[in-house]
C-alpha cells in the first residue's frame, strides 16, 4: 500500500465516481481503475460498489477513508516541515466571523501583509460552528471565532474580549423592556445563520427574559443585518464597535446588556497537533500584539436594557 494509491483512493470517494476522480487527477480513467484494483488487491478486499450512477464504498471502503486521510494529512505536514525555512510565505488560509473580519482584521492585515509579503492570505468569513468545523477538517489553518472553545484537537489563543449591545431602531421610540419589544407582532430578531454565537447569546437572553415564540430572520452580512435594525424590522446582537457608526449617525440605538452576557471574547483556533508554520505563527503574532492595548472608552450615552 502507497501514498499514491491512497490519493487515488480518495479522489474517488469524494468524487463518487473513477471519472470525477480521474477529472479531478487530471488523468484517465483507466488509470484510476487500475490504482483502486491494485489497492483492492493488496487489501484483499473490494473497496467499492460499482453501478451506472457511480461507486459506494464497501464496509472496508469505509473503514479505510479515515486512515487515508490520515496518512494525506501527515504526508502533508511533513511536506510544510522539511519546506518550512522559518520565512513566512506560501498560502495561509484564515477564517473569521463577520463581525471581526468588519472590525478588526483590517489592521491586522495591513500589518500582516507589509512585513511579511510573502504570505497569500485567503479570508474565510462565516460563523462560529462552522469556522472551527473546517479548523479541525483542516481546511483552513486557523480562524477568529467566539470563544471559549473547548474541542479535544483545538488550541486556542485569546484576542480580545468585545462588548455585545442590542441595537434597534430610532421608529421603536424608548425601549425598557426587551420583552415587550420581542412580542411584538410586527417585530423579529435579526441575526446570521445557525451556528452563529451571538444568535446563541441572543437567544439566552431572550429566555432569560421569558422570551420563546422568537421570530427570527436570517441574513447573510452584518451592513445587512444593521441596514433592517436601521428601517425598523426588528433588533439584533452585535459588538459595539460594529454598530458605533450607525449610532453616531442616528440610525440606531444601542442598548446595553447586562454584564453577566455583555462580553464576549474572540479567540484564535487553530489545531493543537498540527504543525504551526512559520507563516501562521507570524500571523497569531501579528493578531495578539494588534489588540495587547485596552480598547478606548466610548462616551456616548447608552440605554440599558431590563429584563422583564
Known sequence: ?????????????????????????????????????????????????????????????????????????????????????????GLLRIGSMETTAALRLPPILVRYSEDYPEVDV???????????????????????????????????????????????SLRIGELTNLQALATSPILKVLAFRSGCSYRRRMDTFLAICGVTNIRWM??????????????????????????QAAATDGRVIIHQLPDNLRLATTVFVTRSDEYLSAALQAFMTVASEAHSRPQSARPEPVRYLQQA
Open 1 to 89: 500500500m502507497n501514498s499514491v494509491d491512497l490519493k487515488f483512493f480518495q479522489a474517488v470517494v469524494r468524487a463518487n465516481s473513477i471519472g470525477g476522480a480521474a477529472s479531478v487527477l487530471h488523468t484517465v480513467q483507466s488509470n484510476v481503475t487500475a490504482r483502486i484494483k491494485s489497492l483492492e488487491e493488496e487489501i484483499g478486499a473490494t473497496l467499492f460498489h460499482r453501478s451506472r450512477r457511480g461507486v459506494t464504498l464497501t464496509a472496508t471502503g469505509i473503514q479505510l477513508v479515515p486512515y487515508a486521510e490520515r496518512v494525506g494529512e501527515l504526508l502533508d505536514e511533513a511536506k510544510r516541515v522539511v519546506t518550512d525555512r522559518g520565512t513566512p510565505s
Open 122 to 168: 485567503l479570508m474565510e468569513a462565516g460563523p462560529t460552528e462552522q469556522l472551527v468545523s473546517e479548523v479541525v477538517a483542516r481546511k483552513l489553518d486557523g480562524a477568529f471565532v467566539s470563544g471559549p472553545i473547548t474541542h479535544p484537537e483545538l488550541q486556542s489563543l485569546s484576542i480580545i474580549e468585545e462588548e455585545l449591545v442590542v441595537i434597534s
Open 218 to 243: 436570517e441574513l447573510g452580512t452584518m451592513d445587512g443585518i444593521i441596514g433592517c435594525v436601521a428601517a425598523g424590522i426588528g433588533v439584533a446582537m452585535l459588538p459595539r464597535g460594529v454598530v
